[in-house]
């Protein structure tokens, strides 16, 4: 080896790197943003579980329970609700994580010695929230058996453990896949689609076919939306695949309706595809291109909730998630497949991915002006 | 008179760098103008400004009477251009090519067709219109982008330097389709730094750093400056602004005077 030809080539890789803008930005701002997006967003320790309580008995006794669960610090009863209906919808929602069906016999059978049965459900979907809900939830119900009922009602806390009976909905065995894969099907399909149509328009550009397109009569909008078109077909297509093979070979059951579901996807691809054009609008270059689509790909992976719960995450984190489409169709998609929820329960999540959507459009058609420079 | 082109005192400048300076001049319809200049004069800039690919920093532009900046649909379908770097779809076939820009154009199906055989045949196409665009020589894509920019008959040509890096055979045909076509009454811009071609141009402006310097006929420029081609006249005009002489080997012969190692 020649050290003086092999200088020359650090030499002139240096100067090529120090000149490519995009390159060097994110290598010098990266790892602090990636430092900082996983050092708060990378938690599993979940607690103030959202919680809906449902007191049908209103006695001090029950109320003194409801106490006991409160001071545990585990969980948030935010939700009072009046009817099992109101209890189940809420779930549907995911609005919360647990709930507790306090029977309205409850003081009555404690005063005759008998065990009322106080109801715990857990949503069983996501495994790091619902392992310590369940196990939490538990240990407060043997607790106030044992420490308070039992100096009141001695009997009961010799014939029973807990006077909590604990159930685990939508995914009984907690197991993993039924979380995960919903959620792959959106995270595949995001990048997908986004990294396809980030080189839609830059494509042009760096071709120089651009400059023969922008002579002619053709606008900026029939530009877009005709380059839009095959983009959302293979988008489409992609998340179909995804869906039924995610769904078979993993045996996750579907619990909800496939057609709310494909329609609700259509409407993400189509955020997928105004942020991939978006993105090509600013890019003048396909590595450009393929840069942006990395520093947008990455936060959304963390943020959205596709690998972290988001209850875990410091409020300012889980506001910068709402910013990020996925974490709606997220919520969308095990919505559906998990809990069955219909368009009902979501409509909050599929208004936002429409105002999203919009306006990501408009923003990219007035970005993309039909002139150089 | 019809007017094909004309500039008022256009100006573009990229940050500091005034790339087209004050430029005016009026071309008449149905002549072929030659726009000449050293590399980076600014040419392309005055062109794109006249295609509505950029937007002037100052003065206006006109062609056919119809403002670039307030007219820019209008004009778009008036023009056809050939831009310097080729920028037809390389991935798509010839006839690809050709149909997509039709199509952009709005042309009926039945028009289209027939423009496309005749732009196949005029180019020399035919055999090759299954051909991916990539595969084309260099003097055949020439052909081929001319006639994509010829595909909506528009009535002003604008070729940017169209036949640089091309064979002389293919030069020639080239040449020989411009003036068929302006003899049909196309109006036609051409940027060249070929002086040969710049002789058959019925108009000719000379553009040094942003600045046109003269223009007129071929034969006027040639009288003016006591040159008998065009070529002595660019070198003339070079050696002028620049104040150097062109011909001062003295720097040179530096260079090359040492012996080979
Ligand atoms: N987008 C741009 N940004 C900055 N400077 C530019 C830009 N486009 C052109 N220029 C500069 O403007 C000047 C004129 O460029 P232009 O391309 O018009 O020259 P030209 O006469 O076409 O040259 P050539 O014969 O090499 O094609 C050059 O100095 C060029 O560097
Ligand atoms: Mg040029």
Redesign the pocket.
């Known amino acids: 080896m020649n050290p003086k030809r092999f200088w020359a080539i650090v030499k002139k890789e240096f100067l090529q790197l120090k000149r490519d803008k995009p390159s060097m930005a994110i290598a010098l701002i990266m790892p602090v943003m990636m430092l900082l997006l996983f050092g708060y967003a990378v938690s599993t320790d979940v607690d103030h579980i959202a919680t809906a309580y449902l007191d049908l008995s209103r006695t001090p006794e029950s109320r003194e329970l409801l106490a006991k669960f409160r001071a545990s610090n585990y969980f948030n009863l935010d939700y009072p609700v009046n009817t099992t209906a109101e209890l189940n919808s809420l779930f549907k929602k995911g609005k919360i994580k647990a709930g507790l069906i306090i029977p309205p016999d409850y003081t009555e059978k404690l005063n005759r010695g008998q065990i009322p049965e106080v109801k715990y459900i857990v949503d069983g979907s996501d495994p790091s929230i619902a392992r310590p809900a369940l196990s939490s939830g538990v240990l407060v119900g043997q607790n106030y058996t044992r420490e308070i009922l039992a100096k009141k009602y001695p009997q009961i806390a010799k014939n029973s453990i807990s006077l909590i009976r604990a159930e685990v909905r939508y995914n009984p065995k907690i197991r993993s896949q039924i979380f995960t894969i919903p959620g792959l099907i959106g995270l595949v399909m995001q990048n997908l689609t986004v990294l396809l149509t980030a080189f839609a328009l830059v494509r042009e550009k760096e071709r120089g076919t651009i400059e023969q397109l922008i002579v002619t009569p053709v606008t900026s909008f029939e530009l877009i939306l005709g380059k839009l078109v095959p983009y959302v077909l293979i988008g489409f297509l992609s998340f179909t695949i995804a869906f039924y093979f995610g769904i078979n070979w993993f045996s996750v059951p579907m619990q909800g309706d496939t057609l709310t579901l494909f329609a609700l996807a259509l409407c993400f691809v189509a955020v997928a595809l105004a942020i991939g054009i978006l993105i090509s609008t600013v890019a003048r270059t396909q590595l450009q291109a393929m840069q942006m689509t990395i520093v947008f790909l990455l936060p959304s992976i963390l943020l959205s909730g596709f690998m972290f719960p988001r209850e875990a995450m410091p409020k300012i984190i889980q506001y910068l998630g709402y910013a990020i489409p996925l974490t709606y169709f997220l919520e969308i998609l095990r919505g559906i497949i998990i809990r069955g929820a219909g368009l009902l329960e979501l409509q909050n999540q599929a208004i936002a991915l429409t105002v999203l959507g919009v306006f990501l459009l408009v923003a990219a058609s007035l970005r993309f002006k039909k002139r ?2 | 008179m019809t007017v094909a082109i004309l500039t008022e005192n256009l100006t573009k400048t ?2 500091p ?1 005034v ?2 300076d004050n430029v005016s001049f009026t071309v008449p319809a149905g002549k072929i103008f030659g726009l000449l ?10 062109i794109r400004m006249l295609c509505g690919a950029l937007l002037p920093t100052s003065g206006r532009a006109e062609i056919f009477g119809m403002d670039v900046v307030k007219k820019t649909r209008e004009v778009r379908n008036l023009i056809g251009y050939m831009s ?1 770097r080729f920028s037809l779809y390389e991935d798509l076939t010839v006839e690809e090519n050709l149909d997509f820009f039709g199509r952009i154009y709005n042309l009926p199906a039945k028009l289209l067709k027939s423009r496309k055989e005749e732009i196949l045949l005029m180019a020399g196409l035919t055999e090759n219109r299954k051909t991916l665009t990539a595969h084309l020589s260099g003097g055949w894509k020439q052909r081929l982008a001319l006639g994509a920019a010829m595909i909506h008959r528009p009535k002003l040509l604008i070729l ?2 169209p036949t640089a890096g091309v064979d002389p055979v293919s030069r020639r045909i080239f040449w020989e389709i411009i003036k068929k076509l302006c003899a049909t009454g196309i109006s036609v811009l051409v ?1 060249t ?1 070929y002086m040969d071609e710049a002789e058959i141009c019925d108009i000719v402006g000379f ?1 040094f750093n ?1 600045k046109l310097v003269s223009f007129g006929t071929p034969a006027e420029l040639m009288a003016k400056e006591g040159k008998d081609s065009l070529e002595d006249v660019f070198i003339e005009y070079v050696e002028r602004t620049t104040g150097k002489k062109v011909y001062d080997f003295k720097d040179l012969e530096k260079f090359i005077g040492g012996k080979p190692a």
């Open positions: 150089l420079e | 990229f940050g760098k790339a087209v200049g050293p590399n980076g004069s600014g040419k392309s800039t005055t310097q940017d330097e940027t730094h553009i942003g």
